[in-house]
């Protein structure tokens, strides 16, 4: 007979709704608008965003209607360890849209993202919604990665964000 060594069971992932106020929601939309800030001014200026750049950009893009019940922003978590975020809100009474995806980037890699973009089409599906869209940028390229992987394909503009440059949607099913 040989000795085992106890092997600890990794932890599950967890997504659930949060309050876009509260400090855990604040401090990841925060996370995520400076990465894709500093991203954004690395490739096209040759430096990171300052925190008026932040500011401002939390206050271009707000998240106060990832609220009930048109909206939500949910939460994975990895045990007690917060690991991202992505809103999900109603554009009208068949389309949700997919807003904030982040996954810090010590978490990545790990499979929080699945999770999250699963728990947004769920939400989504509970929203009655019949699709789910998303844009994001050319430079972000995990994410337009992630998204092919995940069954979103490429559609026409449907918004005029200076920041879009690629649109995505994917039909949702029930179960």
């Known amino acids: 007979m040989t000795d085992a060594v106890a092997t600890p069971l990794p932890r599950p992932w967890a997504v659930s709704a949060e309050p876009v106020g509260s400090p855990v929601a604040r401090a990841l939309l925060r996370e995520y608008y400076t990465e894709v800030a500093d991203r954004y001014f690395a490739l096209h200026e040759g430096r990171h965003s300052t925190p008026e750049e932040i500011e401002k950009g939390l206050a271009e893009y707000p998240s106060a209607d990832l609220v009930p019940p048109n909206g939500v922003l949910l939460v994975a978590r990895h045990g ?4 991202g975020c992505v809103g999900t809100r109603l554009l009208d009474a068949r389309t949700a849209e997919l807003k ?7 978490q990545r890699g790990r499979g929080a993202a699945g999770g999250l973009l699963r728990a947004a089409g769920s939400a989504a599906l509970r929203m009655g919604a019949e699709r789910l869209r998303l844009d994001t940028r ?3 390229t995990e994410a337009v990665a992630l998204y092919r992987r995940h ?8 918004h005029d964000d200076v920041h879009a440059e690629i649109f995505f949607e994917k039909r949702l099913v029930e179960g």
């Open 80 to 83: 007690d360890e917060v690991a």
């Open 100 to 106: 904030q995806m982040f996954v810090r980037p010590t």
């Open 138 to 140: 050319l430079d972000l």
């Open 151 to 158: 069954g979103f394909v490429e559609i026409d503009p449907y």
